[in-house]
Nanobody, 124 residues
Framework: QVQLVESGGGSVQAGGSLRLSCAVF????????MGWFRQAPGKEREGVAA???????RYADSVKGRFTISQDNAKNTLYLQMNSLKPEDTAMYYC??????????????????WGQGTQVTVSS
């Protein structure tokens, strides 16, 4: 059974940094497509960044140049380094995974496996 466990969220002032981690358990597929998503109250879940087993990365325009997605295969862990945080980055952040290539990386409904989420709050 695949399990994703996020950590690293918290409260930070605007301009600060946080690093989110997503530990992956029980994933046995040879290929993967993993992403970070976020959802603010009253808003739809949106894609933040994604990475696949070939190392290709994708970013939402709103976070390009500020966020970096990476992975440590030896530790089965996905990361999201978030710098220059803004109040509009405040949301619950989720990691997601699937073994199928998504038709569009930011389509959250494509991904079958999800973590429980970690809250990020950025104050001005």
């Amino acid at each position: 059974q695949v399990q994703l466990v996020e950590s690293g969220g918290g409260s930070v002032q605007a301009g600060g940094s946080l690093r989110l981690s997503c530990a992956v358990f029980g994933y046995t597929y040879s290929s993967y497509y993993m992403g970070w998503f976020r959802q603010a109250p009253g808003k739809e879940r949106e894609g933040v960044a994604a990475i696949d087993s070939d190392g290709a990365t994708r970013y939402a325009d709103s976070v390009k140049g500020r966020f970096t997605i990476s992975q440590d295969n030896a530790k089965n862990t996905l990361y999201l380094q978030m710098n220059s945080l803004k109040p509009e980055d405040t949301a619950m952040y989720y990691c997601a995974a699937d073994f199928r290539r998504p038709n569009r990386w930011s389509n959250y409904y494509w991904y079958n496996y999800w973590g429980q989420g970690t809250q990020v709050t950025v104050s001005s």
